[in-house]
C-alpha cells in the first residue's frame, strides 16, 4: 500500500497509510473523528444539497439545468470525499465507497467524459468556458481519488472511471487536440500521480504539455490580472508565488512532481526558490498562505495584514502537500518545519472540536463575535466569525478530510541509510525489515520516544528530525545523551528490539516578534508553545476590557496551565498584560504618550481551539506595553 504522493526518485521514499499508523494523541483523536464524524457528515451534506443528485440525474438522462444544484466545481467535491474515503478504509475505517463510485461511474459517457455542468442538453456545451468551468480541475480530483483508491489496494467502478476521464483528457487536450488548459490547475499533479500508480506514461506527457502551456498568455486578461490564474509568467521565470493562492500551489505541486519523474532540476529549484520567497515574505506566523480577499489571492512582499488575512484552508493543505513533495525530492527539513508549523495552526484550525463545522478562511485577529451559525443551513460567505457545517462553496471540508484520512502517510520515510521521522505522533511503522513503536505527547508535552520492534542485522541509520523553532534539543540513544541543533538527528548502528531513542524537544512558551517590514504587526509580538501559535480570546477575558485595548508585557514570565474545557491535554498561557488608554472625545487620533495602563493578565489558547465556544473576537498579534 502506498500514500498520497509515490515519487519514482528523490531523496527520501514516503511510507504508506498502513505503514504509518497513528495510534493515539492529537492527530490520531483528529483522524479518528474525521472518519466517524467528518466525512459522514460532508456524505449528508452533499446529498441535502442535490450535489450527488446532480449525478443521479446525469445517469438518467433528466439533468435539466434548472434542476442542477451546486456552482460549476460541485463534482470536485464528490470526488475529494471518495478520496477522503479511499484513504479511510486504506487506513482501516469504514466507508461507503462503493455506492458513491457507482453513482459516480453510471454518469460518465462514452469516451469518458464527466461533469454535470456541461455537455448535455439545454447545458453549455463541453469545453466552452475553461476559464471558469473547472471542467479539468474536477477530473484531477477524480484522478486523485481514482490513485488513492489504487494504491489502498482496489481496482474497481473508481479507478476505472478515473482512468477512462484521464484517457479522454490526453485525447482532448493532448498535443494533437485543444491547446488549452483550465483556469484552475490540479490536474497536472493528478496525472503524474496516475502515471505512477500505473506507468502509462501519456499521463506524465500530458501534464508536462499543460505546464509548459501556463503562463503564455492563453487565458484572458482579467480585473484581476493573469496572474490570478498564474497565466502571466511562465512557472519556471515567476520569483515567488502570486495570484489565487491554491491555484499557484497545486500548480507548483504539479510542477514539482513533474520535474521529479522527468529529472528537471531546473524546474525543481525555480519551484524552491519560489518556495522560499514565498515563505520569506508572504507567509503568516501559522503557515497560512494567502493575504487578499480579492482573488483570494497572495498579496505583495510582507502585505500581511491580521485582520484582513485571508489564509483559506484549501491554501493550509495545499502547502502541506507542496512541502512533502520537496521534502521527498531533497530530503531537507525546512519543508517538514513548514508543514508541521501549516499542520497544527492551519489544517488543524479549520475544523470544530466535533468535525461537523469549518472555517473556510482563518483571520489571525476576529474583531467582531459574530453570531451562532444555523446548523441546517449552508453558510453563503467564505468569511466568519465561526465555523459553518457547510457552505455554498465547500471545498474545504473534504479537503481536509482527505488530508486527514491520509495523514499517516505525511508521518515517515526511508532511504538507502534508514529511516526518517519527520512529524510525532504516537504511531506503529514499518518500512522494510524495520519496525518502530513511536509514544508521545506532542504538541502539549515535548518528549518522543521511538521503539526499536523489528530490525535487520544491517547496520542502519534512525533520524528524527529537530524543529526550527526548537534550536536545540536533548538526544538519548544507546550510544548516550547529546545536545543537537535543529535538523535531523540520530544514531547509526546495529539494532536490537526493545532499543529505544528519545528526543526531548523544548515546547515551553516563547515570545515571537515580527519582521519589521510586515506594518501590520510592526512593534507588536506573539506567543508560541512548541509548534502552536496561540491567540488572545474574549471568552477567557475581563469583559471590560476589549482586546483591541490591550498589550502584553514581556517583563514577567508567562505562566502554563491546564485547558481542560478545550481537552484533556490542553495548556492555556497567562500573559502578563495592560490595558491600554482609549480616545473618549469621539475622535480617535491625539497627541503621543497618555495615562499610564494599567496591570491586568491575559490568558491565550492555541490558535487550533479558537471559537470552539460561541462566538468571540480574537488576536495573536498584541501591542507591546510601554510602560
Excluded at 446529498?47 to 450527488?52: A, D, H, K, M, Q
Excluded at 442542477?68 to 470525499?81: H, N, P, Q, V
Excluded at 534508514?418 to 512529524?423: L, N, S
Excluded at 498589550?551 to 496551565?561: G, I, N, Q, T
Aim: with cysteine.
Amino acid at each position: 500500500m502506498i500514500g498520497p504522493v509515490r515519487p519514482s526518485t528523490g531523496a527520501l521514499s514516503p511510507l504508506g497509510v498502513d505503514q504509518a499508523r497513528l495510534t493515539g494523541g492529537f492527530w490520531a483523536e483528529r483522524q479518528e473523528r474525521n472518519g466517524t464524524a467528518t466525512i459522514p457528515h460532508a456524505h449528508e451534506w452533499i446529498e441535502r444539497t442535490g450535489w450527488l443528485d446532480n449525478f443521479r440525474l446525469a445517469a438518467a438522462g433528466e439533468l435539466a439545468p434548472h434542476r442542477r444544484r451546486g456552482r460549476e466545481f460541485s463534482d470536485s467535491e464528490i470526488y475529494k470525499l471518495a478520496e477522503a474515503m479511499a484513504w479511510e478504509i486504506g487506513r482501516g475505517g469504514d466507508a461507503p465507497l462503493d455506492d458513491l463510485s457507482m453513482v459516480v461511474a453510471a454518469a460518465q459517457e462514452p469516451g469518458g467524459y464527466l461533469n454535470t455542468m456541461f455537455g448535455r442538453p439545454g447545458q453549455r456545451p463541453r469545453y466552452s468556458d475553461l476559464v471558469w468551468g473547472h471542467e479539468l480541475y474536477c477530473y484531477g480530483h477524480l484522478i486523485q481519488a481514482g490513485v488513492a483508491r489504487l494504491r489502498t489496494g482496489f481496482e474497481d467502478a473508481l479507478t476505472a472511471t478515473a482512468i477512462r476521464a484521464a484517457d479522454h483528457v490526453c485525447a482532448e487536450f493532448g498535443a494533437a487536440g485543444r491547446q488549452f488548459l483550465c483556469g484552475h490547475p490540479e490536474i497536472e499533479m493528478a496525472l503524474v500521480e496516475l502515471y505512477r500508480a500505473t506507468g502509462t506514461t501519456r499521463y506524465l506527457d500530458q501534464a508536462r504539455l499543460f505546464i509548459d502551456r501556463r503562463g503564455q498568455a492563453t487565458l484572458p486578461d482579467i480585473e484581476l490580472g493573469r496572474a490570478y490564474f498564474q497565466d502571466d509568467i511562465p512557472i519556471r521565470e515567476r520569483a515567488a508565488f502570486a495570484g489565487h493562492a491554491v491555484r499557484a500551489l497545486y500548480l507548483a505541486c504539479g510542477a514539482v512532481d513533474l520535474a521529479v519523474e522527468t529529472g528537471d532540476d531546473k524546474l525543481l529549484a525555480a519551484v524552491v526558490r519560489q518556495w522560499e520567497r514565498t515563505v520569506a515574505a508572504r507567509t503568516y506566523l501559522t503557515g497560512g498562505m494567502g493575504s487578499r480577499h480579492e482573488g483570494e489571492a497572495f498579496g505583495d512582499d510582507f502585505e500581511l495584514p491580521t485582520d484582513r488575512a485571508y489564509v483559506e484552508t484549501c491554501a493550509g493543505v495545499a502547502s502541506v502537500m507542496l512541502s512533502w513533495r520537496l521534502l521527498l525530492a531533497t530530503g531537507e527539513p525546512r519543508f517538514a518545519d513548514l508543514a508541521e508549523r501549516t499542520l497544527y495552526n492551519v489544517v488543524a484550525a479549520s475544523t470544530s472540536l466535533d468535525g461537523r463545522a469549518f472555517f473556510y478562511t482563518n483571520t489571525l485577529h476576529q474583531r467582531v463575535a459574530g453570531t451562532p451559525m444555523d446548523p441546517s443551513k449552508p453558510w453563503p460567505r467564505a468569511s466568519s466569525s465561526e465555523r459553518a457545517p457547510w457552505r455554498d462553496v465547500s471545498c474545504c471540508p473534504t479537503n481536509v478530510a482527505r488530508m486527514l484520512a491520509s495523514l499517516g502517510g505525511y508521518v515517515a520515510t526511508a532511504d538507502s541509510d534508514g529511516v526518517q521521522v519527520h512529524q510525532y505522533a504516537s504511531a506503529k511503522v514499518r518500512a522494510g525489515e524495520t519496525g518502530l513503536s513511536i509514544e508521545t505527547g506532542y504538541p502539549w508535552r515535548g518528549d518522543v520516544t521511538v521503539r526499536v520492534t523489528a530490525t535487520s542485522d544491517r547496520p542502519w541509520r534512525l533520524s528524527l528530525r529537530v524543529p526550527g523553532w526548537a534550536g536545540e534539543a536533548t538526544l538519548v540513544t544507546p550510544q548516550g545523551t547529546e545536545r543537537v541543533r535543529s535538523g535531523y538527528a540520530g544514531a547509526t548502528r546495529t539494532w536490537r528490539i526493545g532499543d529505544q531513542v528519545r528526543l526531548e524537544l523544548p515546547v515551553g512558551p516563547r515570545w515571537t516578534a515580527p519582521d519589521q517590514r510586515i506594518d501590520a504587526v510592526r512593534d507588536c509580538v506573539a506567543v508560541e508553545r512548541g509548534p502552536l501559535v496561540y491567540c488572545a480570546e474574549s471568552v477567557d477575558q475581563d469583559p471590560a476590557v476589549p482586546l483591541d485595548a490591550v498589550a502584553a508585557d514581556r517583563s514577567a514570565p508567562v505562566v502554563e496551565r491546564p485547558l481542560p474545557a478545550l481537552g484533556p491535554d490542553a495548556v492555556a498561557l497567562d500573559v502578563p498584560a495592560a490595558q491600554l488608554a482609549v480616545s473618549a472625545n469621539g475622535w480617535p487620533y491625539g497627541s503621543p504618550g497618555g495615562s499610564e495602563p494599567e496591570a491586568s493578565t491575559l490568558t491565550l489558547v492555541p490558535y487550533h481551539l479558537w471559537a470552539n465556544r460561541g462566538p468571540a473576537t480574537m488576536r495573536v498579534w498584541l501591542p507591546q506595553s510601554r510602560g
